[in-house]
């Protein structure tokens, strides 16, 4: 019923800038909190940033003055603006996305991208 598509990463030398771009598609009637997650070989998945639908913002600090996430409602799609990034910042990132349908407009639930790869040599 929903779908969360993500786009943008690759591979950028450290110190670079990539941007990422999730995109939620189908039956929504609304998203509330939308986030990026990232999960790199052997760790468990840890949240990058994550944003409410009125643009409030949580960051994880070995994130924080290096990374913005923002949001267009009008698009359903989320935006995570990353620079001076780090060999560390490596890892697989994915778009999550709290939303209600239209068959359920009072329940919420969590989706997932498939995930981007992003990848910093040093």
């Known amino acids: 019923q929903v779908r969360l598509v993500e786009s943008g990463g690759g591979l950028v030398q450290a110190g670079g800038s990539l941007g990422l771009s999730c995109v939620a598609s189908g039956s929504i009637f609304s998203i509330n909190a939308m986030g990026w997650y990232r999960q790199a070989p052997g760790k468990l998945r840890e949240l990058v940033a994550r944003?409410?639908?009125?643009?409030?913002?949580v960051y994880a600090d070995s994130v924080k003055g290096r990374i913005t996430i923002s949001r267009d409602n009008a698009k359903n799609t989320v935006y995570l603006q990353m620079n001076s990034l780090k060999p560390e910042d490596t890892a697989v990132y994915y778009c999550?996305?709290?939303?209600?349908?239209?068959?359920?407009?009072?329940?919420?639930?969590?989706?997932w991208g498939q995930g981007t790869q992003v990848t910093v040599s040093s």
């Open positions: 999550n996305a709290d939303v209600s349908t239209h068959q359920s407009p009072y329940y919420t639930q969590a989706y």
């Open positions: 944003i409410t639908s009125d643009d409030s913002t």
